[in-house]
Structures are given as structure tokens and as C-alpha cells.
């Protein structure tokens, strides 16, 4: 507690710089090429294109570079320090993640605090004691492989569990046995986007796999992918090939097992989209299944969302949004399962279905009732039966059910609420938490509104908004407005232990549903796709022009923020209204819309955001691309960009070329880094490099929106 108040003090004195006083800073001097595309008859510059090469040495050298800039302005920034301390006391304490059951035991992981990576665990029972599974910080203590999956096999004797080198969405899949943690010679590679799926007698599991990648691993563009069934105990070159599409190339395909053994689930889908053709395979006794079992059809059109729960005998019960934009559950049976023959189970209702999932004698709904969570229970034919309770206002965060039980594990988070672990009993309908998590930050003193704004076309809009309960409106407060707004993902209000540390700062912070995502069902993810994605960009300047006006801040004090698709939507934004904002933090994000479907999973997006190789969808691309429309000379705001040497989903140039390209245009003395962190990838970075991370946007949002002090306890 000294070294926090006198870490507070010390920042108090200290006068840090201003954007307003800042000078430019000593950017790399970075080569411009004459390099150009011909994208349809016009032709288009890339000057950086030679920082797609991310195995080269020159852009080695510029990284190591831009990394100097950037961290030698953060050491500069006074109020840095607190954040520091303060971001790993709010990190430091015991979390627990929501249990799952397989095997009659319960399996769950966590964190003591600041450990790099979440340990699991399982117990007997509830009260049994615990016993440690796997700890993914004895695998890599430095953090450098990330834990990237854990299956247990139904039969209680192994455990598949995934690693992934820097968090990158390449795994590798290795078996231990579970009572004695020791591990087999099984080794999987080439893996992505996929999981574990055992049959019933424990004997192995369908996983989907890649050909091996030729040169650049993280940059490297994936097709022919096929399912493929191991059995424990051997080679990987003796896996049997159970499915694969040479029609459909580029295309994802996934499967996955009925709780009771009895079914292969074949899913097959063109890109990053919630629209699928579904298959099946019947694989007979699930103690001696047919693993090469024929795969059936059962929708091979593609144009709906069809999600099964899992079956009921020899039908399975599904989530589709076909003829119902907002999703229904579908009875489908397997001896007939064309979709004229599908039953309604539970219709449409007004609000949309976020998630279901099947216990002994009831499906579990989870509705999103204006982004808030409600979940109602039904019979397995559809009858109503109540609802469960949740513990306040917030989001459902993990649901954990089985076929052979009718109590279930829940999890519940709201922007104040940590993710709190429940068990709920049947007999009695009362959850119970299960080791519930501690926190330093007093909520009581902050408050979420939920706010509705007009956007550009007159789309009602809402956005949650968090602050202190005395919160002045003078339009002087420091905001930060975040967003996503693509691929159907709902921002419901979560916990965030950086956010907390930047409302005690005297921050607010302002989350808005856009368009592009699923709060409000298929309709509205469609509204802010393809052709329509400016709808996104419209919606989200409409949140900032909606928080000025109503006096929470003003320009000058409004930071926007956004990952991935975020990221895009940040650079798209800040280029379209660069006077609306003090700051920007595109992180990871998706930043050169003509070239992103050559790289990595990036032609899993075509569906979302189209193709520049397509003629009817380069001009709404080129249009709002971020890279491609910074323009010289005008002033943006100070802006932070992050990304990581292992991110192969959305590939590190991107960045580079934004950082590069903002780096030269900008018009004033706004600064305009780049944070490349090494160890980390997409979404993956170990606790220790997370706090580091959290402190340093937090610094540079607050300088950069004139916060000269850390707040004294």
C-alpha cells in the first residue's frame, strides 16, 4: 500500500507532456517503394508493401526501430507508473473459470493471480478436493506457448490438450493420461480452428488439420482442409481422413460428437460466418463406433445458421435462423432431414436467441433483450418452464450443461461485476457461486447506464456507459468509446480489470452495438456487412457526436478503441472524421482491405467484408479502407497502434503499413507509434505482458487527453 500511495504522489508532481506540447517525434525514416496493384483498372500504390515480408531482415530492423520510438515516448509519460502498480493489484487476485463435467469429474481452470497462465483442475465433487491437471506455466514458464485447448476423453482416461508458439492459431495437439499426468508420444501438428472431439469409447477424436504450410508459416494462406479421426497411441501420419471437400478448397470444415457417441456432426462453411451446410455420419454403437461411417447431408444450400445442441434419440435439436432473423430451435429428424420436415421446437420470439443447450429434460435459452442477457427454460418439446435467475444486469458468461443431468453451471459478468462462476440445482432452482473471485475496486461508487442514440439513417443505437454515480456533465471528462461491429458478436457488458483502473482515473468509458454484430439478430449483423459496412462506421461516429453532445466529453477529451475487426473499424473512423477525436487505439487490426484475403485466415472474411479481386465489391472497399485513406498533411488524432510478431490471423503488416503510411501523412504533432509486442498473437498474451500492455495504452490515452495525475487514495 506505501509503494501505491508513493507511486501515486511522485506521479502527481510529475508535468508529463500534452498532445498539445508534444513534439514530433523521431520516426524510423521508413523505404517507399514505387510498388503498385492494378485492382480493376486502377491502379493503387502499396509504397510498403516490403513490410509484408515479415520474415525479413529490413523489417526486422524497422520493428526493433519503431519499438524504440514507442517505448522511449511511454517512459516518458508520469502517470505510467501507477497505472503499473495499480493494473496488478486489480490482476492479482484468485479467478476461477465456469466448471464443465465430463467423465463424472468436474474440470476447471484458474489463475492464482498474476500467474502467466490459468492452471486446471479437477475434483470428484464439489467438496472433494482438488487435484491439478495440467499447468501450462511449467510447459513455458516464459510464457512463449500458450494453452490452447483441453479435452478430456469421455472415459476419463486422457486428456488431448493443444499448444500454440506465441498464442498463434497454429496448435499442436499432444495426449497425457489423466490419473497420472503422464504424457504420450502423440504429437498432432498442423492444426487451426479446430478442437478435439472424442468418441465415446475414449479409444480417439476427430480434429480438422491443414497441409503443412510451405515457407512463411504465419502469413500462409489455408486450404484443403479435412477432418481427420486419431487414435491414441499412434502416429499422425496414421490418421484416418474421414472428410474432406477438393470442390470446396478454401472452405472450413469442422465436426464434432453427440454427447452420447452416437453422431458425427459434419459442419462446413465458406468463411468467418455463422451461415453453414450441415452433414452427419451415424457411427453406430458409440462403444464400438464406425468412425468411417458415410457423412449424410442434411442442408447443403448454405444460406442459414444451422447450430445443433445435440440429439434427442435419432433427432437433433438445432439453432437456425431460417425464416426466423432472430433464431428458433428446429427438431430435425434424421431419417428425413430435409428442412421442409423440421420442426418448430421453440418459435421466434421478440428478442434475439444468443445461445442454447441441452440438460436431461430442458433446453436452456439465452436471449440478448437489449443486449442484456435473459435465459428461460423449455421442455425438450418446447413447454415453457420458467427461467433462471441471474444476479443483476449484465452477460450470461459460459454456460456449461450436460444430457445426463439437469443442474448446470453458469457465468455472469457485468462492467462491474467480475465473472463469477454459479452452480444451479434443479431440485431447488438456487444457484450457488462457486469460488467466487475477490476484488480491490470498490463498485459502489461507479454506475452503467444503458443510452440509446440515432444513427446517421435514424437506427436507434444502443450503448452502455460507465461511470462515476456523481459524474459531472460539463463536457470536460475523458472518455474512452469502444466497439466492434462485425461477424455477428454481441458486446455485451464484460469486466475489464484495465477499464476499472482507468474509471478510478476519473475516466468514463462507453461501449456501443453497432451494427455488423448479433445483438439484435441476423438483420442487423447483415446491416453492417459488405456493401452496407459504412453503416458501421456511421453508427459509431453517431456514438461519439451522441456522447459530445450530451456533454460527456468533447473532442479533444474522446479516445476510440477497437480490436480486429475494431481495429478496422478505429482506422476507418479516424480517417473518415479525424477532428472528432483526441486519440485512437486500433489494436490488431485489419487495416489494408484490398490485400487482407491473401494472408493467413483472411479468405475466411471474404463473406463479411467482400474481395478488391471482385469488381462489384472494390469501390465500397477502397472507399473506406483505412490504409488507403490517410490523407498527407491532416492533423489525426494521437494515435497508439498494437500488434503482435505472433498474430496470424490478422497478420502483423497490416499495422506496419498503417503505422507507416500515418506516420507520413500526419499534419501535426500528434504522435502516431506502434506497439509491437513479441510473445503474443491475436488475442494471446501471458498476464505479466497483459498488464504491461493495459499500462501502456492507458498512459498514452491519458497524456494524450490532457490527464497530467494519477488519483491519490
Request: hydrophobic share 40%; charged share 20%; proline share 7%.
Amino acid at each position: 500500500m506505501f509503494r501505491r500511495i508513493l507511486l501515486a504522489l511522485v506521479a502527481a508532481l510529475l508535468v508529463v507532456q500534452t498532445a498539445a506540447e508534444a513534439q514530433r517525434l523521431p520516426y524510423p525514416a521508413t523505404r517507399k517503394t514505387e510498388v503498385a496493384h492494378e485492382f480493376n483498372g486502377t491502379r493503387v500504390p502499396d509504397p510498403y508493401r516490403w513490410l509484408e515480408d515479415l520474415d525479413g531482415t529490413e523489417t526486422a530492423t524497422w520493428v526493433k526501430a519503431e519499438n524504440a520510438v514507442t517505448f522511449g515516448y511511454l517512459e516518458t509519460i508520469g502517470i505510467r507508473p501507477w497505472l503499473q502498480t495499480r493494473l496488478t493489484e486489480l490482476w492479482n487476485s484468485p479467478r476461477t473459470s465456469v466448471p464443465f463435467v465430463e467423465a463424472g469429474r468436474l474440470f476447471y481452470n484458474k489463475n492464482s493471480g498474476l500467474q502467466r497462465q490459468s492452471v486446471w483442475f479437477t475434483r470428484a465433487t464439489l467438496s472433494a478436493a482438488e487435484r491439478m491437471v495440467i499447468d501450462p506455466n511449467e510447459i513455458s514458464p516464459d510464457g512463449s506457448q500458450a494453452l490452447a485447448g483441453f479435452y478430456p476423453s469421455p472415459d476419463g482416461r486422457y486428456l488431448a490438450h493443444a499448444l500454440a508458439e506465441g498464442g498463434s492459431d497454429w496448435q499442436t495437439f499432444y495426449i497425457r493420461e489423466l490419473e497420472t499426468g503422464r504424457q504420450l508420444a502423440d504429437t498432432l501438428k498442423w492444426t487451426k480452428f479446430t478442437g478435439a472431439s472424442w468418441t465415446r469409447d475414449g479409444r480417439g477424436f476427430f480434429y480438422s488439420r491443414y497441409p503443412e504450410p510451405a515457407g512463411e508459416k504465419i502469413a500462409a494462406d489455408l486450404t484443403d482442409s479435412k477432418i481427420y479421426y486419431h487414435v491414441v497411441g499412434t502416429p499422425q501420419a496414421a490418421d484416418q481422413a474421414v472428410y474432406q471437400r477438393t470442390d470446396l478448397p478454401g472452405w472450413f470444415l469442422g465436426g464434432s460428437v453427440t454427447e452420447d457417441g452416437r453422431y458425427l456432426v459434419v459442419y462446413v462453411s465458406e468463411g468467418a460466418t455463422v451461415k453453414n451446410r450441415l452433414y452427419y455420419a451415424d457411427l453406430g454403437d458409440p462403444l464400438r463406433p464406425t468412425v468411417a461411417a458415410p457423412i449424410r447431408p442434411i442442408e447443403e444450400g448454405g444460406a442459414w445458421e444451422i447450430a445443433p445442441l445435440g440429439n434427442v434419440g435419432g433427432a437433433l435439436i438445432a439453432r437456425t435462423d431460417r425464416d426466423a432473423p432472430k433464431r428458433k430451435l428446429v427438431r430435425i429428424d434424421l431419417a428425413d432431414p430435409s428442412p421442409a420436415k423440421w420442426g418448430t421446437v421453440v418459435p421466434e420470439g421478440p428478442h434475439v436467441m444468443e445461445f442454447a443447450a441441452l440438460t436431461r429434460s430442458r433446453i436452456v435459452v439465452q436471449y440478448l433483450e437489449d443486449v442484456k442477457a435473459a435465459v428461460r427454460f423449455f421442455s425438450l418439446d418446447g413447454r415453457p418452464m420458467g427461467s433462471l435467475d441471474l444476479p443483476g444486469i449484465g452477460t450470461l458468461a459460459g454456460l456449461a450443461t450436460r444430457q445426463d443431468s439437469d443442474d448446470l453451471f453458469f457465468g455472469f459478468a457485468s462492467a462491474l461485476i467480475p465473472n463469477t462462476a454459479y452452480r444451479w440445482e434443479a431440485a431447488t432452482g438456487q444457484s450457488t457461486p462457486f469460488e467466487p473471485p475477490q476484488s480491490t475496486f470498490d463498485a459502489s461508487r461507479y454506475e452503467t447506464r444503458q443510452v440509446f442514440y440515432p444513427s446517421r439513417d435514424g437506427t436507434r443505437i444502443p450503448m452502455f456507459v460507465t461511470a462515476r454515480k456523481d459524474l459531472t456533465l460539463d463536457g470536460n471528462n475523458p472518455t474512452m468509446l469502444y466497439a466492434y461491429g462485425g461477424f455477428s458478436i454481441s458486446e455485451t457488458p464484460v469486466y475489464r480489470r484495465d477499464v476499472l483502473a482507468w474509471l478510478e482515473l476519473g475516466g468514463i468509458y462507453a461501449v456501443a452495438n453497432l451494427r455488423g454484430g448479433a445483438e439484435y439478430g441476423e438483420a442487423w449483423h447483415e446491416a453492417g456487412m459488405l456493401e452496407k459496412k459504412q453503416n458501421v462506421f456511421d453508427d459509431f461516429i453517431a456514438a461519439a457526436e451522441y456522447l459530445i453532445r450530451e456533454k460527456y466529453t468533447s473532442p479533444p477529451r474522446l479516445a476510440i478503441n477497437g480490436g480486429s475487426n475494431g481495429g478496422l473499424l478505429v482506422g476507418a473512423v479516424m480517417a473518415q472524421r479525424p477532428e472528432l477525436f483526441g486519440v485512437a487505439v486500433p489494436e490488431v487490426g485489419v487495416m489494408d482491405m484490398l490485400r487482407y484475403h491473401k494472408f493467413s485466415a483472411g479468405r475466411y472474411w471474404v463473406t463479411e467484408y467482400g474481395s478488391a479481386d471482385n469488381p462489384a465489391q472494390f469501390p465500397f472497399l477502397i472507399k473506406y479502407s483505412p490504409l488507403h485513406n490517410l490523407k498527407p498533411g491532416v492533423c489525426y488524432p494521437a494515435t497508439l497502434v498494437t500488434t503482435a510478431d505472433h498474430d496470424d490471423r490478422v497478420v502483423p503488416s497490416h499495422s506496419f503499413k498503417f503505422a507507416a503510411t500515418l506516420q507520413a501523412a500526419q499534419g501535426c504533432d500528434r504522435p502516431t507509434i506502434i506497439r509491437i509486442e513479441t510473445l503474443g498473437s491475436h488475442g494471446y498474451v501471458p498476464t505479466d505482458k497483459r498488464i504491461q500492455a493495459a499500462a501502456d495504452k492507458w498512459a498514452f490515452v491519458a497524456v494524450n487527453l490532457g490527464m497530467r495525475t494519477a488519483p491519490v487514495p
